[in-house]
């Protein structure tokens, strides 16, 4: 069983700062890339952030500037500081992880329930 547990989402004003962070739990035997995503109604849900076990970075148009995504392999954690926020950076933020539960399995995607962040202006 594995978790994806995020925490640090909540309101902000325009132009403030938010840092999110999600730490993965349990059977885990390697984990590669750790990511975020976000989703609002009635629309996909979109890459924000990713970050590779080997610290290769890749952000989404939007956030680029404004968010520096970071990971700390030792604690299975992925975090995402966003700065400069935006009325349009309101969503639930959610968090990914390619995970293998051991020497011999494959690697499968898992997901945080989301945290939400507000942005109001």
């Known amino acids: 069983q594995v978790q994806l547990v995020e925490s640090g989402g909540g309101s902000v004003q325009a132009g403030g700062s938010l840092r999110v962070s999600c730490a993965a739990s349990?059977?885990?035997?390697?984990?590669?890339?750790m990511g975020w995503y976000r989703q609002v109604p009635g629309k996909q849900r979109e890459l924000v952030s990713d970050?590779?076990?080997?610290?290769?970075?890749n952000y989404a148009d939007s956030v680029k500037g404004r968010a520096t995504i970071s990971r700390d392999n030792a604690k299975n954690t992925v975090y995402l500081q966003m700065n400069s926020l935006k009325p349009e950076d309101t969503a639930v933020y959610y968090c990914?992880?390619?995970?293998?539960?051991?020497?011999?399995?494959?690697?499968?995607?898992?997901w945080g329930h989301g945290t939400q962040v507000t942005v109001s202006s």
């Open positions: 970050i590779s076990s080997s610290g290769s970075t």
């Open positions: 990914n992880a390619q995970i293998r539960t051991s020497g011999v399995g494959g690697w499968y995607d898992y």
């Open positions: 349990g059977n885990i035997f390697r984990i590669n890339t």
